[in-house]
């Protein structure tokens, strides 16, 4: 009975008690030893094994600021890369040598000339001059340009409609 006159079982029942305690020792939750896998205690990151000498554990601020600094170094150096995979590349002037009605839409020949040191390939941007800001915007993809060459290609546009027209060409470099 407990000392104010009820049973334990009674007074859990009724929510007026924390539950019975078990007879059974409590585990201790741990977690594997971030060296050897070994339990420790979840305050403690290396076990007596590992850190023979007893040394402060790495605080969670200081793994945390380790992984972002490999974060940030790693991405620096995918800007490096980036970097060196385009270089010499363009820069790039374009013209337009023929529009023709074909199919729905236009066969346009752009020529397109490659100044820099390195072959590559760039985006073109065709618009109607009469119609800049309120008209359609064609992106077309060139194909390879070897470096300090000049190369014609044919599109096939159906954004202007069939008639012939004079169009502007920009090409942009990466």
């Known amino acids: ?15 007026t008690m924390h539950p019975p305690m078990s007879t059974s020792p409590s585990r201790e939750l741990t977690q594997p030893c971030v060296r050897c896998g070994r339990p420790v205690p979840l305050d403690i990151a290396l076990c007596e094994l590992c850190n023979p000498l007893g040394l402060s554990q790495p605080a969670a601020s200081q793994v945390h600021g380790t992984v972002v600094l490999g974060i940030i170094a790693f991405v620096a150096f995918l800007a490096v890369v980036a970097r060196i995979s385009v270089a010499g590349i363009g820069p790039f002037s374009a013209q337009l040598v023929n529009a023709v009605p074909s199919g729905v839409g236009l066969t346009i020949s752009i020529s397109i000339a490659n100044d820099g040191s390195a072959a590559g390939s760039t985006t073109c941007h065709l618009r109607d001059p009469e119609h800049r800001f309120d008209g359609p915007t064609v992106r077309v993809q060139t194909p390879i340009v070897p470096a300090g060459t000049t190369l014609t290609f044919d599109r096939d546009v159906d954004e202007f409609g069939r008639l012939p027209l004079r169009l502007d060409v920009t090409c942009t470099s990466p």
């Open 1 to 15: 009975m407990a000392w104010w006159g009820l049973s334990a079982a009674g007074s859990w029942l009724r929510g």
